[in-house]
């Protein structure tokens, strides 16, 4: 009820783009999981032609994050973000109607540019929206966009028993519903002037070393927040020797989110400086690989349900604290990103802290697949959970190290709601 009540306190514009990202994490978890599969078993590619249908995708979107934030300064973050919807509907319908090359490409590209877009514009619109309820906004972005990916995966394993393709229109059409819905009911944010050229202001926001060592420290809470989608659940599968296992991880981490996510953003947001929260989060996320690293030893197919409780149960564990250093780090991190920089150029420092840590997270998540993989062929199964702990630990420190030297804001920036 009190999530419930602290929705409707914001403004509809808010409220919007909560549903919003409801929506596009369910539209993209409904499709993206499964798009591999799709690729190689219904139309026969290569895994080197899938690694490339895939990498073009990560790409567009990693690669273009800094170009969506400065379209959202300058062209107004509600037409940019109804474009970026626009462009995936087209893209994941070019998914479910093609199947050659080109145009598996070409659908790549689009879905890639339509995140770059939306991403940092959304982020940019609620932060300036919200004024000084910017971590209490965050925290319920949270909380629904958790939901979404949960949603998302359950709903595309039922369409699958369908086909790919029926998945695959089911999420253009949560995109086109998206895209019609922001166009009627998303109020227009005039843009203000930058004062800069294009160039101008990349190389302020460049040049900003506070911003980018900050956006560097996060590179653990980014690659952590995968495993959720990589090393956790393959773990559960290992654990029970059931596929359907992974749907726990998901299942756990959204019942967390919707019963502690804004209870402790709220009660901590008055409670010490930020970065005592986010290395206290980023600390409980490393930490959180301890708990399946203790059983990782325990190999084979489980001996019944007494066999595999013990390993399940770490799992969850781990998978419990994850969310909750999630949960304490990620609103206070996004509630200082427009802190750095003046407020005309909040998109720019949103998209140029999602392309600078999507990347690095890129090689960490290359790094985690590499300690699986390592660990599986030398019988050293704790080796992904050990990298696991060094990320979230060496992110921390690299925090702390911030705030000791006074490089992080004093206080968020205070920019006024608008009605």
Known sequence: MRTWHEI????????LLLVNQLGVNTGFYLLVPYLALHLTEDLGMSAAVVGIVLGVRNLSQQGLFLIGGTASDRLGARGVIIAGCALRTVGFGLFALGDGLPVLLAASVLSGLAGALFNPAVRAYLALEAGERKAEAFALFNVFATTGALIGPLLGSALLLVDFRASALTAAGIFAVLTAAQALVLPARPAAPTGNSV?????EAVRDRRFL????????MFTLENQLYLLL??????ATGWDGAAGLVFLTGTLANLALQLRLTTALKKRGPRARWIGTGLVLMGLSFVPPMAVSGHGGTPDGLAGAAPRVLAVLAGVLLLHLGTMLAQPFVMELIPAFGRTELTGTYFGLFYAVSGIAAAVGNALVGWAMDTGHRTDASWLPWACCLAFGLASAAGLALLHRRGALPARPAAVPATT
């Open 199 to 203: 160039l101008g202001d990349w190389r």
């Open 213 to 220: 060592a900050f956006a560097l420290a996060m590179v653990g």
């Open 233 to 238: 659940p393959d773990a559960a599968r290992r």
């Open 8 to 15: 409707r306190a914001f403004p509809p514009a808010i409220r």
